[in-house]
C-alpha cells in the first residue's frame, strides 16, 4: 500500500473507531462541569460533581467495584497461569475453550444465579438429603461484598486470559527454559515464576489491563449477580442515567467521568502492584534458593472448576426454557414445557441480533484487513485502536456519543447499531488477526510477486487463502461480541432496535427464569454456531489441502 | 442541513393543528401510521396485551401499535429530552409512554406533553373525570388531559396461605410476624416504584394525619411526619430476608423468591396478580391475596403523548381503543392481562357492561369488596423524599 493510502486508512479508522469515543467523552466531560444547553445549562460549575458525591453509598460504590475488579482480574490471572502451566500443549487446548469467550456475560451471569442462589440448583440437589424445608437465608447471591460478581468475572474472563497466554506462550522458547530452569535445579513453580512470567506478561499486559477495566464498570453481570444497596458504580451510574429527575442527568455525566477516572486509578495500582512484584521478584532471584514447591492438588484443579461452573450455568439456561414449574426443593423441574419456545416473540430478536451481527461483522471485517494491510507490520500503530475502546469505560461515552448524534440531526436506528457494535467487533477482530498477520511467511509473498503476481493478487490468492482459519475465528468471536451489545444496541438504537439482548435484560428484570431462559441459551448458542461453523468451514474448503486444513500459521 | 430546516417548516404548514380536527379527521390521519409506543417490558403478560391491541388496531383502524420495551419509565422521558436538546421538535421516536407520577410530573414540568387531548376521545364518556376522581389526579398531579388512563393499580399483599394461614392485618402486626419468622419477609428495593410504594403504604398506616401527605414535602414537618415509619422500619429491617441488607430489584424478582420458597410474602400493585401468577406457574397454588386493614394506596396507570411525536393522531387513537369496554374487559380478563378496568361500571350502557359479563374467576382473585378502601396517593414528591431518606439512611 502507498503512503497515501495508508495515510487514508489510519484516518477512516480513527474516524470509524476513535472519533465517537473521544466525542462521547467530550460530551459527557461538558456535561459533567455543567454545560449541557439540553437543560439550558451553559455556566462552567462542579455542581454535578458536589451532587454526585452527596448520592448516598457512593464511596461505598466506588470502593466495591475497584475491589470486585482488582480482586477478579488477579485471580482470573493466577488461574489461568496455574492452567497454562499444568496443560500440555494449551496451543491445542486453546481453540476448545475459544467458545467460553463467545459466551456473552450476561448469559454466564443468569445461568449462574441460579446454580449458586440459596434456593438454586446446588441447593436443591443437597435440600433432601440434608432436609432443608427452607433455603437457608445466606448471601449467595448479590452479596454486598461482591464475591459472586467477582466468581462470575472470574468464569467469564479465566479462558480469555488462557488463551491470549497460549498465544503469547508459543512465542516463548517453552520447552528449553523449562529444561534449562530444570538443570539448574529449579522447580517448575520456580521456572514459571523467575524466567517465564517475566517474559510472558509484557506480551499479554494490555489483554490483562482490558479484563481489569472491563470488571470495573461491568453493568450487565453487575445488575445480575452484584449487590444493589449499594449497587457496583458504574449500576449506580446507569440507574442515575435513568432516573426520573432530570435534574440527576448531570451529576450521572459526572459519574461517567469519574468511571473514567476509576479505571485510571485501577490501572495504576495495577502498575504499582507490577513494579513491587518485580523488585522483591529480583530479590529472590538473587538468592538463588532452589525449593521443591508442589502446588497442591485442589489448587491445580481450580480453573476447571471454575469451566465446569460456567458449564452448568449454561445449562441452567437450557433447563429452565424447558420448564414449567420447578419448585423448591425438587431437583429437576416437575412440570416440563416448551410453550415459551412456541411462541413467537424471540424469533423476530433473533432476526435482529443476526442482522446486525452480521452487518456489524462483515464490515467490521473490511475495516480490520484494510488496518492489517496499511499497518499490520507495526504493532504500535494498531495498539489504540484496539485497546481504546475496549479500556474506556461504555457508560464514559455512549450517552455523550447519543447526543452528538442528534445534535448533528442523525437520527437513531439499525446504522446507528451497527456503528455501535463495530467500535467493539473490530478491536477484538484486530486482536485475533493481528498475530497471524504478522506471521504470514513472507517468502510465499516474494515468491508470488517473482511470479508476477501484483499486490491485489498476491492479497486475495494467498493472503486470504492463508488466513482463512483466523479470519473465521476473528468472525465467530466478532458475533458473539456483537450479539453482547447492551449500551450501545438501547442508546444508538433509540430504544427502538429490539435484539435478543436488549430484550434479555428487558425480561430479566421481570424475574420469570424460563422465559430468561430462552433468551439466555439463545444467547450462548448463537456465538457458539458461529464458532463451530468457523471450525468447520476451513475444514469443508480445504477438505483436498491437507497442509492448508492443518494451518500455516 | 437548510433544506432539513426547510422542510420542517413547510411540515409546520401542511399539518394542521390536532386540536382543530374532529374525530374523524383524527382517525383518517392515523390511518397507515406506526405508533411506537415506550412501554416497560419486563411483564410478558403486559407485553402480549399490547401485541393483542396491535392486531385489533391494525384490523380496525389500520394503525400499527410496536411496543418499545423498557427497563425504566425514565429512558423514554430521557429520550424525548435529548430528543429537544437536538432541536427534533417533530417526528420524535417516542409516540406514546406508558407513565407514572413522578415521570409525569418530570415531563409535565418541562413541557414535553402534547395535548390536552383526554376529552376528545370518544371512549373517555365511560371514564369518571370529574376534578377529584382518581383519573383526574395522577399521585396528586392534576392530569388535565395531558395523559389518558388505561388501568387501574391498587396494592395488595400476596401469601402463601400453605405457610402463612393467617397473614398480618396491620404494619404493627407485620412487625410481631417478622420477629415470629426471621427472614421470610421482604420488599423490593425503595429505588424502584414498588419498593417505595411499599414505604409508601406503611407511611400511610403509621402516619398521625394523613391529610398531610396530600401537599408537597416541602410544606410538611418532613422529620416528625415519618418519625414512626422509621421507628418502625429500624425494628423491622433486621428481620428481613438477607437481614435487610440486600432487596430485591422489584416485585417480579420478589415474586419468584416466593415461588423458590425463600420468603413467604410478596407485594404488588395489580389485585388479580396473584390469580394470574398462578395459572402461568409463577407462583405456587397457594398465594392468595391480603390488605391490611385501614385500605390500600391506589392510582391508576396513564399513557401519554410526547410533544415532538411523529404520530399523535395515531397515538390518540390508541389511548382512546385502550378506553374501549370491549379492550377494557379484555384487559381485566385474568386468562389475558387481570388488571383491574378504569372505567366507571355506573357510566357503562347495557351493550358497553355486557363486555365486563362473564370473565372467569379464581380462588386467587379477590372481590372489590375484599379489597377494602382507596387511599389517596401522596403528593408525589413524598415518594421522591422517603425513598431519597431510605437510601441515605440504610445504603451506607
Known sequence: ?553 | MKFKYLLSALCLFIAPPAMAQTWQETLDAARGQTVYWHAWGGDPRTNSYIDWVNEQMQARFGVTVAQVPLTDTAEAVTRVLSERAAGQDTGGAVDLIWINGPNFLAMKEQDLLFGPFVSRLPNARFVDLSPDAPASVDFTVPVEGMESPWRLAKFVFIHDSARVPNPPRTMADLLDWARANEGRFTHPDPSNFMGASFLKQALISLVDDPAALQRPVTEADYDALTAPLWAWYDALRPLMWRGGETFPENESIQARLMNDGEIDITMSFDPSYAAAAIGLGLLPDTARVFVPEGGTLGNISFVAIPYNAAHPEAAQVVADFLLSPEAQAHMQNIDNLGAFSVLDPARLDAEAAAFFADLPQSPALPDLADLGPTLLEPHASWMTAISEDWAARYAR
Not at chain 1, 205 to 215: F, I, K, Q, S, W
Not at chain 1, 466 to 489: D, K, W
Request: charged share 10%; hydrophobic share 60%; net charge positive.
Open chain 1, 1 to 553: 500500500m502507498g503512503r497515501a493510502a495508508r495515510i487514508m486508512v489510519w484516518g477512516c479508522a480513527g474516524a470509524i473507531l476513535l472519533g465517537p469515543i473521544l466525542l462521547g467523552l467530550w460530551v459527557s466531560l461538558r456535561a459533567s462541569l455543567g454545560v449541557f444547553p439540553a437543560l439550558g445549562s451553559v455556566d462552567l460549575t462542579l455542581a454535578p460533581y458536589r451532587a454526585l458525591m452527596e448520592t448516598p453509598g457512593i464511596w461505598a460504590a466506588m470502593w466495591l467495584s475497584l475491589r470486585t475488579g482488582l480482586v477478579a482480574s488477579l485471580i482470573s490471572f493466577g488461574l489461568a497461569v496455574t492452567f497454562v502451566a499444568q496443560a500440555r500443549g494449551s496451543r491445542l487446548l486453546a481453540p476448545l475453550l475459544a467458545p467460553f469467550l463467545a459466551i456473552p456475560h450476561a448469559a454466564i451471569a443468569l445461568g449462574l444465579a441460579f446454580l449458586i442462589a440459596p434456593s438454586g440448583w446446588i441447593m436443591r440437589v443437597i435440600a433432601l438429603p440434608f432436609d432443608l424445608q427452607t433455603p437457608p437465608d445466606w448471601p449467595l447471591v448479590n452479596d454486598p461484598a461482591g464475591l459472586a460478581l467477582i466468581l462470575g468475572l472470574i468464569i467469564k474472563e479465566t479462558p480469555f486470559l488462557i488463551i491470549v497466554m497460549a498465544a503469547a506462550l508459543s512465542q516463548l522458547p517453552l520447552t528449553r527454559h523449562l529444561r534449562i530452569g530444570a538443570s539448574l535445579g529449579y522447580s517448575r513453580p520456580q521456572i514459571w515464576a523467575y524466567v517465564i512470567l517475566p517474559q510472558l506478561y509484557p506480551l499479554i499486559r494490555p489483554p490483562v489491563m482490558v479484563v481489569l477495566a472491563y470488571g470495573l464498570s461491568v453493568v450487565d453481570m453487575a445488575l445480575i449477580l452484584g449487590p444493589n444497596t449499594p449497587p457496583s458504580f458504574a449500576v449506580m451510574v446507569m440507574r442515575l442515567f435513568s432516573a426520573p429527575d432530570l435534574a440527576l442527568l448531570m451529576p450521572a455525566f459526572a459519574g461517567a467521568v469519574v468511571q473514567v477516572v476509576l479505571i485510571l486509578f485501577a490501572l495504576l495500582a495495577l502498575i504499582v502492584l507490577e513494579r513491587l512484584l518485580a523488585h522483591f521478584g529480583r530479590a529472590a532471584l538473587r538468592r538463588g534458593i532452589r525449593r521443591t514447591i508442589t502446588v497442591p492438588q485442589p489448587v491445580m484443579a481450580l480453573p476447571r472448576l471454575v469451566m465446569g461452573m460456567g458449564l452448568f450455568s449454561i445449562l441452567c439456561l437450557g433447563l429452565w426454557s424447558i420448564t414449567w414449574r420447578w419448585p423448591w426443593p425438587a431437583p429437576l423441574p416437575t412440570t416440563w414445557s416448551m410453550r415459551l419456545w412456541q411462541s413467537a416473540e424471540w424469533q423476530d430478536a433473533l432476526r435482529v441480533s443476526l442482522g446486525i451481527a452480521g452487518a456489524s461483522v462483515a464490515l467490521s471485517l473490511i475495516l480490520a484487513l484494510l488496518i492489517l494491510e496499511a499497518h499490520g507490520r507495526t504493532a504500535r500503530a494498531l495498539t489504540p485502536l484496539i485497546y481504546l475502546p475496549l479500556l474506556v469505560p461504555q457508560i464514559g461515552f455512549l450517552f455523550g456519543v447519543n447526543s452528538a448524534l442528534l445534535n448533528i440531526g442523525v437520527a437513531s436506528g439499525v446504522g446507528g447499531v451497527i456503528w455501535g457494535h463495530i467500535l467493539f467487533v473490530c478491536p477484538y477482530m484486530l486482536l485475533l488477526l493481528m498475530d497471524p498477520w504478522r506471521a504470514i511467511p513472507r517468502p510465499l509473498l516474494h515468491c508470488a510477486a517473482s511470479l508476477g503476481a501484483g499486490p491485489w493478487r498476491r492479497f486475495f490468492a494467498v493472503k486470504l487463502p492463508l488466513m482463512l482459519r483466523p479470519i473465521c475465528i476473528a468472525a465467530a468471536v466478532g458475533f458473539g461480541v456483537s450479539i453482547a451489545q447492551y449500551l450501545p444496541t438501547l442508546f444508538l438504537g433509540g430504544g427502538r432496535v429490539a435484539s435478543l439482548t436488549t430484550e434479555a435484560v428487558a425480561l430479566a428484570s421481570g424475574g420469570d427464569r424460563r422465559i430468561t431462559g430462552v433468551y439466555g441459551s439463545l444467547k450462548a448458542a448463537v456465538p457458539l454456531l458461529a464458532y463451530l461453523a468457523a471450525f468447520l468451514i476451513p475444514r469443508t474448503i480445504w477438505r483436498n489441502r491437507r497442509a492448508m486444513r492443518e494451518g500455516v500459521v
